[in-house]
């Protein structure tokens, strides 16, 4: 196969072959697709094999890939100059539509990715504070920061990795992990070391361990608790938002006000744009107004800024009911053909996102998220790319669906899971 010889020549050149670790298969095992081209709800891979796609490029591709009013905002902003390092029209519009659709949003600075918007909320949380110490949960994913690599999710959970090997243990000290849902422990910590404590950082609806909903009221007690203490609250919605809904986890939730909020993902339409956005007050503490420094040669980049700004445009509100439809029905089959073939297994969900853990019993954090037969996921998912389905390669990835994925496509899906859900129930 040629991909074979690809992965070869590409181990040759690029650690791992990879330019982002989770792309390797190390989990399921084989060797990775390589991607030439998608539209829609499908991905084609080098050899001309066509796949449905349940990554959406890990969740930007909410409209589904190439979409062709994005693509031509992206061809017209790309006839009007590369990058200007300089302000731009297009910013102020797409700040503006955030905003309107994410009320604590109140000033929006643009980064790169989504990695640089929860590192930078930090540095501001601290700035603001004069205190060092964050508080991150154990499983949740906020990008390769030094101070967020602790018991990270994602591609670290993938790998089963404590963390990482170059963080100083300065860095990692200043990072205090606790357990998801469990705000008792969390209290604990306030109660030893609130006064050190400049932020809790969490994803408004984890999904980097899988999908693991907050328990109800669980991010308002953050609100409170934070609050009471001088801390801030950073709500990462670099996942969640513009894709479970027009204001991301927060307008499905509400109720409470994060000091800082962070996107990335959908808010960028596929090219590489993330944002932080708070608080006025907080947010005038970023240079040039304020004393905590941060900066970008492509921040704003004005091909990104078109694609997140068409991006908006389009996902209005039939794009999140047909997501919502479609996410509703692939559960539904998904537990049909897993039950069928007496695999265990838990599909949580958190609006239209949702995974599957080969497991029994619900999953409130990241101890329960790593209690699942990977291996049954291993062959689930290799049955599902034979058959022409290409699923996160990871059990503890959120599946991905679009306003792509048709009748056409969801058959296929369908079409394909009995024989996958058997090939889990055997080893
Ligand atoms: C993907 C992700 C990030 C990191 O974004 P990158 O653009 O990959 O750096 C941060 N937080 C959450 C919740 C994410 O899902």
Not at 46 to 67: E, I, N
Not at 119 to 124: E, G, K, V
Not at 329 to 335: G, K, S
Request: aromatic fraction near 6%.
């Amino acid at each position: 196969m040629a991909e074979v010889t690809l992965f070869s020549r590409a181990k040759e050149i690029i650690p791992g072959g990879v330019s982002s670790p989770v792309r390797a298969f190390g989990s399921v095992g084989g060797d990775p697709v390589f991607i030439r081209e998608a539209r829609g709800a499908h991905v084609v891979d080098v050899t001309g094999r066509d796949f449905v796609d349940l990554v959406c490029s890990w969740g930007p591709a909410l409209l589904g890939h190439a979409h062709p009013e994005v693509v031509e905002a992206v061809r017209a902003a790309a006839g009007r100059g590369l990058s200007f390092g300089a302000p731009t029209l297009a910013e102020v519009e797409l700040a503006e539509a955030i905003r309107a659709r994410v009320p604590a949003a109140e000033q929006v600075r643009f980064v790169s990715t989504g990695t640089e918007a929860t590192m930078t909320a930090i540095r501001l949380a601290r700035g603001a504070t004069g205190r060092d110490a964050i508080v991150k949960f154990a499983g949740c994913y906020h990008g390769h920061s030094d101070a967020l690599l602790a018991a990270a999710g994602s591609g670290v959970a993938t790998q089963g990795l404590p963390g990482s090997a170059g963080v100083t243990a300065a860095a990692a000290g200043d990072t205090i992990v606790v357990e998801y849902n469990d705000l008792d422990a969390l209290t604990r910590v306030f109660d030893e070391a609130g006064d050190r404590i400049a932020a809790v950082i969490t994803e408004a609806a984890p999904a980097n361990m899988g999908v693991v909903p907050p328990a109800p009221g669980f991010n308002a007690a953050l609100r409170e608790l934070t609050a009471r203490h001088g801390a801030l609250l950073i709500v990462d919605e670099v996942l969640t938002g513009f894709r479970v809904g027009p204001g991301g986890w927060l307008g499905l939730e509400g109720g409470y006000q994060p000091d800082i909020v962070t996107f990335g993902k959908v808010v960028g339409g596929g090219m590489p744009l993330a944002a932080l956005a708070g608080r006025a007050e907080v947010m005038q503490l970023l240079a040039p107004v304020g004393p905590v420094y941060q900066a970008g040669t492509l921040s704003g980049n004005p091909l990104a800024t078109a694609a997140g700004f068409a991006t908006l445009r389009l996902a209005d509100d039939a794009v999140y009911a047909h997501v919502d439809r479609r996410s509703v029905e692939l559960q539904a089959a998904v537990a049909e053909a897993l039950g069928a073939a007496s695999v265990p297994h838990t599909i949580q969900a958190a609006g239209n996102l949702f995974s599957v853990f080969f497991r029994e019993g619900a999953v409130a954090n990241y101890e329960d998220a790593k209690d699942q037969d990977t291996e049954a996921f291993a062959r689930f998912f290799h049955a599902l790319l034979d058959d022409g389905v290409a699923l996160p390669p990871s059990a503890f990835e959120a599946w991905f669906l679009s306003a792509a994925h048709d009748d056409e496509a969801m058959g296929r899906i369908t079409d394909a899971l009995p024989r996958a859900a058997r090939a889990a129930a055997h080893s």
